[in-house]
T-cell receptor, first 114, second 112 residues
């Protein structure tokens, strides 16, 4: 079946602009996670959802970052007033059940802020 | 705090064995292992829950010692396809078991 998809795959934006990154999880997966990954480093947790409820947003760097999953499926990570330090690979992952189960990662969105 | 993995990098000849360690300063509920090839997404390998269990899948197995807050990944008779960066991901407790903190990574290269 189809895996996790993310769009756009690449995004170049100017400093100060807002960006919206989309994640389409595997069909039927109840949990969805957002990570940020620097080159050569492991994924860094940002936030996650069980169904449509945001469970933990402690990893969001500041209030310019927000995420939603209104219908319990597709999720959007929004970064307002982007800064150069926001440049990174943003990955989402989905999991078939709540609690500790395997996470399936998407291909990521490479964000570059100029 | 990020789990520490060792070694940072290792080069093997095909057929050789390797052990990758993951150590945390915090009490753990579970440890997850992922492999990531260059330019690709991390791929799930296995989960170990507290209780000191050991798991295996073909020539890749792992152990979890909750008292020592450590996990080890064992790669036997390595194949070229094993090359990549291995990450452990740790979860602290059942309440936030889904929130993973990933380790520093171990880069594995298998050569002919």
């Amino acid at each position: 079946g189809a895996g996790v998809s993310q769009s756009p795959r690449y995004k170049v934006t100017k400093r100060g602009q807002d960006v919206a990154l989309r994640c389409d999880p595997i069909s039927g997966h109840v949990s969805l996670y957002w990570y940020r990954q620097a080159l050569g480093q492991g994924p860094e947790f940002l936030t996650y959802f069980n169904y449509e409820a945001q469970q933990d947003k402690s990893g969001l760097p500041n209030d310019r970052f927000s995420a939603e999953r209104p219908e319990g499926s597709i999720s959007t990570l929004t970064i307002q007033r982007t800064e150069q330090r926001d440049s990174a690979m943003y990955r989402c992952a989905s999991s078939p059940r709540i609690d500790t189960y395997e996470q399936y990662f998407g291909p990521g969105t490479r964000l570059t802020v100029t | 705090q990020q789990p520490v993995q060792s070694p940072q990098a290792v080069i093997l000849r095909e057929g050789e064995d390797a052990v990758i360690n993951c150590s945390s300063s915090k009490a753990l509920y579970s440890v997850h292992w992922y492999r990531q090839k260059h330019g690709e997404a991390p791929v799930f390998l296995m989960i170990l829950l507290k209780g000191g269990e050991q798991k295996g899948h073909e020539k890749i197995s792992a152990s979890f010692n909750e008292k020592k807050q450590q996990s080890s990944l064992y790669l036997t008779a390595s194949q070229l396809s094993y090359s990549g960066t291995y990450f452990c991901g740790t979860a602290k407790n059942t309440g936030t078991a889904s929130k993973l903190t990933f380790g520093t990574g171990t880069r594995l290269q298998v050569t002919l």
